[in-house]
């Protein structure tokens, strides 16, 4: 009789049951609109860097402010639940919607945005500048093989200048991948730079052998 009145005790209340099954379903949904936020800013976020490499400011702009309203959901659901902040998928929207916007600084305002003007937290910013030092490596190779010589030294300067300032953060372990990124960061500006170094040459002989062609062909006219 003991036993059974011990069991009897140690039995879950109905009306808990129901209030777990509720915040459970709760927080299932939640995590559920979640993924799909932070999806749609990717994607969104993602297209915008597409466009900025093809040069057009205007989609760019329109992706840049669908990944925007996306973020802004996706506060807005984590507003109330918090918990749900720590997934991966969140911190990928944010990183990436952080490389979209500072791209699109540089490339359509020629300047880097703030902190504050890109609208993310201290972490997200930081990564999103390391990934955008890759970007700024694609843009200078494209204006390398456009023979615009003089863009793709500003992108070199763009990605040595953010490196360097990096580089000055303390504290930077704590973030996860930081360290890792910026390895990558520091191969790509050395690779960048060679690529650079090389063009710069390669044109500079062009341009002598050029203008030793037109004297030539001077002195032969005369």
């Known amino acids: 009789m003991i036993y059974l ?13 129901n209030i777990i ?7 299932d949904a ?13 994607r969104f976020s993602g297209r915008a860097i597409i466009e900025l490499h093809r040069g057009d400011l205007e989609k760019a702009s329109e992706h840049i402010e669908n990944a925007g309203r996306a973020i ?11 918990d749900l902040k720590t997934l991966g998928n969140v911190t990928l929207a944010y990183q990436e919607y952080a490389e979209a916007r500072l791209l699109y600084g540089i ?16 972490q997200p910013y930081l990564l999103g500048l390391l ?17 615009r010589v003089d863009e793709a030294e500003y992108s070199l300067r763009v990605m040595e200048d953010t490196f360097e300032d990096l ?36 044109f500079s002989l062009e341009k002598v052998l050029r203008d030793f062609e037109d004297k030539l062909l001077k002195k032969m006219k005369s």
């Open 167 to 202: 580089y000055l953060i303390d504290h930077t372990a704590i973030i996860e991948n930081f360290r890792h990124k910026m390895d990558n960061a520091r191969k790509l500006i050395e690779a960048t730079r060679g690529d650079v170094v090389s063009e710069v040459r390669r």
């Open 30 to 42: 939640a995590r559920d609109s979640v993924f799909e936020a932070s999806r749609v800013s990717v």
């Open 5 to 17: 009145k011990l069991l009897v005790c140690s039995m879950l209340r109905k009306t808990d049951i």
């Open 72 to 82: 802004k959901d996706l506060e807005r659901i984590l507003k109330r639940w918090r």
């Open 131 to 147: 990934d955008f030092i890759g970007e700024l490596r694609r843009f200078c190779l494209n204006h390398l093989r456009s023979g």
């Open 21 to 27: 099954q509720k915040s459970l379903a709760e927080l």
């Open 107 to 122: 490339v359509a305002e020629r300047r880097l945005l703030s902190l504050r003007e890109v609208g993310v937290e201290v």
